[in-house]
Structure formats: C-alpha cells, structure tokens
C-alpha cells in the first residue's frame, strides 16, 4: 500500500480532500500503458487530514515498462529484473486474490443463500454460514480477520462490492431483431455469477422458440437456443475469462445466433482446432472448484463436449470458436434444423445404446456436405489422421458409413440405409422425379398433428436433394458469382436442387475458405461475391 497527500507543510499534514481517487486511478493506468490497475481510497488520518491510500495488487505476469524494461519493488527500491527472473510464475489464481479492504459486509445474504441451496448435496451445506464459505475457499484468515476472496465477491457479493473491486464482472446483453449490428434491446448485469446466470436465461427465453419433433409416441422440442447449450457457454465464458482484464463479457442474441465475447484468450496452448481434445486448463482454479462443489460446472473438463452433442443431436452445427490474442468469440448458430436428423439420431440411440460425439461428429458432417476424406474427418474430430481408423471403421461395420475410391483417395460418405432415413437421395444415385416417393417419409404427417407454439422458423421441405457431391455444388456457386457478379442462397438452391439450409451451409464454407464474401444481411438481402 502506497500513502500519497501526506507531505509535512509547516508541521501539520496536507490534505488530500480534492485529489478523486478515480483521477489517481485513471493516471496510473495510463502511465503504465494499461498493465497496472489499483484500488485507491481517501483515508482520514487522527489529526483530521484526508490521504489517499494506493492498493497495488500482486500482478500475475510480468509488467514492463513502455521502453520495454522489466522492474520490480525490492521493498525499498524499484530495481531491473533480469531475464532469469522475469519468467512468470505460472498458475496464479486471481480470484483467490483478497482485496486489503473486503469484508464479511462485502457479501450479499441473500446470494450466500442461494449458493447454499445450490450445495444441498454437498456436506457443507449444512453448516453455518460462515463455516460454510470458509469450507468452499471465499472466505479465508486475512489481516487477523476473515475477508472474502475475488470468487467469493464473484459468487456472493453485494453490488457495491462488485462495482468496488470487480467492475469488470459485468455482463451486458443485447438483442437484435434482424442480423444487422444494430440493437433493440440492451441490459447491464453487474450480478453474482449464480444471479446472472439466472437473468441472462430469463432474456434468451424471453425470445426463445422451439419447434416440435415426433419420434414414435414421444415429441423432442428442439429450441433456436437450447438451454443447456447456452448456459453451458456462459459458465464457460464467466469462469473462464480473464479477470485481470477490465473488459466486459458480452452476449448478443440474433434470429440465427448467440455470440458470447469474452475476455481473454484461450489457456494453456488450447485452440479451436483442440479444443475437444486438449486436457482441461483453468484460469481461475478457485472459482472454477467452486462452481464444480456447487453442481453448476463439471470437474472433468466436459462442457464443450456437453455443447456439440447436444447441438449435434438436434440437427445444429457445432460451436464455433473465433480466437483473439485477447478474447475469445462462441457462436452457437441456429438459421434452422434437421428433423430428419434428430429423428434418426434419436432412433439409432436406442439401437445401439450409445451413439458416442465422435460417431456424431461424423455423422453430421457427412450428413451437411455429402462426402469426406479421412484427412477431412480428422480436422472435424480434432484427431491426427492416423488415430482415426478404428471410429470409421466401427462405423462402417454398424451400416452408417460406407467407403469408396483408392488409396489416399479414399472418401466416405452415408449408406444408403442411413440417407433412406434422413430422406437424402445415396451419393452417386439420380434425384428421382418429382413424384411421390417409394418410402414416404413420416415427418410431415407427425408433424402436422402436433401443436406448435407459433409458426416454426425452419422453411418447409424443398425439392428433393441433388445428386451433386459438395465438391460440384461449391463449383457451381463459384461459376455463378463469377459470371453473374454474385450469388444468392436463393439461386444456388434453384440450380443445385438444395433445401434453404443446404445451400446456406455450401456458401458459409466458401465465406470461411475466402472464396467468397458476404454482403448485405439476412437470408433475402445477403449476396454474395468473390473475394
């Protein structure tokens, strides 16, 4: 703690009454170039003075100055680290960090009451309160008295203890009504982690629609948002993120997506490309335990996986992940659905008793594009390529894939059995003409007898799907935006033969490829052109 106003003039103290501790705070984070954030508080000494008291909290990295030279307090001076001494100290929990002026008045009852009774299973839960936090880790010995810990403030405090030592735990939500970046609605959450949670399913609910699906006598409801999805997403994004970073975590909820921005990059060498393989890295150990004890997370590291099952299960595309140095971006798209698909999902399941992610993985993926390579397969598996043989081969002896050409050469793609169920025409096979098919299918039919809570926002069925293979119906799209200037889902789908889904999948990948690029917004407007 560093004491300033406290100069001698003429014997008595000077006053530091018209010095904002904000003015001090703001000139310390500027002049440190944004790396040092502190707590400062006017102090009232005995004689009557005001001094400001500067708390500088431990780092958890290396600061540097702008010249680039690394220094550190050696309790009297301030003095060059060499280059030995500058590595990091690696693991250091922030949110077991406690602030030198938290108290027990820091603490919200009603919030310890709510984690309370989301620990009813734990043993702690029926201890007193005080024993109870103690018991998790927020609140521990300090000064010669108990004070609460950053994960307890996140957990449990009041909202003057959150805007005093974690503002940057805000949440702000907006909703758009179309694809545009312009909002509708906007709502800052400065709440515990447990209270904001709840808030921010409120919201999503509030425009949340779910179509129903009829698998034999039972009816799946597959939500635009799953619940259990998004919640997944956002305890990711709130116990993941970097707290050392005065950054907020923002959520914008779109008719075709949910975007959660959140600050701090990914830990531990994790990428998008391993994210479902990488062993668990947490940022904050404390918080990350507690919210495992309290039944909210799971200890063993399976909420992305939690995510793509159950976005794969309902028809969906995966998540998707965009990285930054500094923050990372979750998607999780909902422009529609495949009903044959969750049907059939649903089917095989009880067939095989267990229908593993990585069986999912394959399975939509060939499922959305027709056919794949073993290289390919491996790139959505997130496994090298030679780990793979043994899934596809499991595969193929159940009757789900089936393999063809030489080689390297050699592409996967559905059987025929499995395409009859999701209502696709075999690669290789002619469409078949507009008339009524050999097997008809179910869906209709189930679905015209169940009630609908509104009108569903998936289109209805188009024509029958072409026999192209993805290869083919990516170079069409390519020929029209060249010869045309631009193309339009509406105009590949009527050339290829596509549903509104299939072909908005063809263009998004050549979008991601940097073939093409986007323009305009929303399913009628957009177009696209060659990059």
Not at 82 to 111: C, F, G, H, K, R
Not at 305 to 313: A, E, P, T
Request: charge should be neutral.
């Amino acid at each position: 703690m560093l004491e300033g106003g406290a100069g001698r003039a003429g014997g008595r103290h000077g006053d530091a009454g018209e010095l904002h501790p904000l003015m001090v705070t703001h000139a310390i984070f500027e002049l440190s170039g944004g790396r040092l954030t502190v707590n400062v508080q006017h102090h009232r000494l005995p004689g009557g003075a005001r001094v400001l008291a500067v708390f500088v909290p431990q780092a958890p990295y290396v600061l540097a100055a702008p010249d680039g030279a690394v220094i550190a307090w050696d309790g009297a001076h301030l003095v060059p680290v060499t280059p030995a001494e500058s590595e990091p100290v690696a693991d250091q929990d922030y949110t077991a960090v406690v602030p030198p002026d938290a108290s027990l008045a820091d603490l919200d009852p009603a919030e310890v009451a709510r984690l309370r009774s989301l620990g009813r299973r734990q043993g702690a839960a029926n201890l007193p309160d005080l024993d109870f936090l103690r018991e998790l880790g927020l609140l521990v010995p300090s000064g010669g008295a108990l004070r609460p810990t950053l994960a307890g403030i996140l957990l449990a405090g009041t909202p003057a203890a959150l805007r005093a030592h974690v503002p940057q735990s805000e949440v702000c939500f907006y909703h758009h009504a179309t694809a545009d970046v312009e909002f509708q609605f906007r709502e800052d959450l400065l709440r515990p982690i447990p209270a904001l949670l709840t808030r921010l399913a409120e919201l999503i609910q509030a425009r949340n629609r779910f179509t129903p699906v009829q698998v034999g006598l039972f009816r799946i409801e597959v939500w635009d948002q799953d619940e259990a999805v998004y919640r997944e997403a956002l305890l990711n994004a709130l116990t993941h993120r970097d707290y050392t970073l005065r950054d907020v975590v923002h959520v914008h909820h779109y008719p075709d997506r949910l975007e959660i921005m959140n600050p701090g990059g990914l830990t531990g060498g994790i990428t998008p490309g391993n994210i479902l393989r990488h062993q668990p890295k947490r940022r904050n150990p404390l918080l990350a335990e507690v919210l495992a004890r309290l039944g909210l997370v799971e200890r063993a590291g399976v909420g992305v996986d939690k995510m793509f099952s159950l976005m794969l299960r309902h028809g969906k595309e995966p998540p998707e992940f965009l990285t930054y140095p500094d923050a990372v971006t979750l998607t999780l798209h909902s422009p529609g659905f495949d009903a044959e698909f969750v049907r059939f999902v649903s089917r095989k399941q009880e067939e095989m008793q267990t229908l593993s992610l990585d069986m999912l993985i394959v399975l939509s993926l060939l499922a959305r594009e027709g056919e794949a390579t073993r290289a390919h397969l491996s790139r959505a598996l997130q496994l090298p390529e030679d780990r793979t043989p043994r899934l596809l081969r499991s595969m193929e002896e159940h009757g789900l894939i089936v393999r063809a050409g030489p080689g390297r050469g050699i592409a996967y793609h559905l059987t025929a059995e499995v395409c009859a169920a999701l209502g696709r025409v075999p690669l290789g096979q002619p469409a078949p003409a507009h008339s009524a098919p050999a097997s008809p299918e179910p869906a209709p039919a189930a679905q015209s007898t169940a009630p609908l809570p509104e009108k569903p926002r998936r289109p209805a069925p188009t024509p029958d799907p072409s026999a192209l293979t993805t290869a083919e119906i990516r170079a069409v799209a390519l020929t029209l935006a060249r010869e045309r200037g631009q193309v339009r889902n509406a105009e590949l789908r009527d050339t290829c033969g596509l549903k509104t889904q299939q072909a908005w999948r063809v263009l998004r990948r050549l979008v991601q490829d940097g073939l093409l690029v986007k323009r305009g917004n929303g399913t009628r407007d957009a177009y696209y052109e060659l990059n």
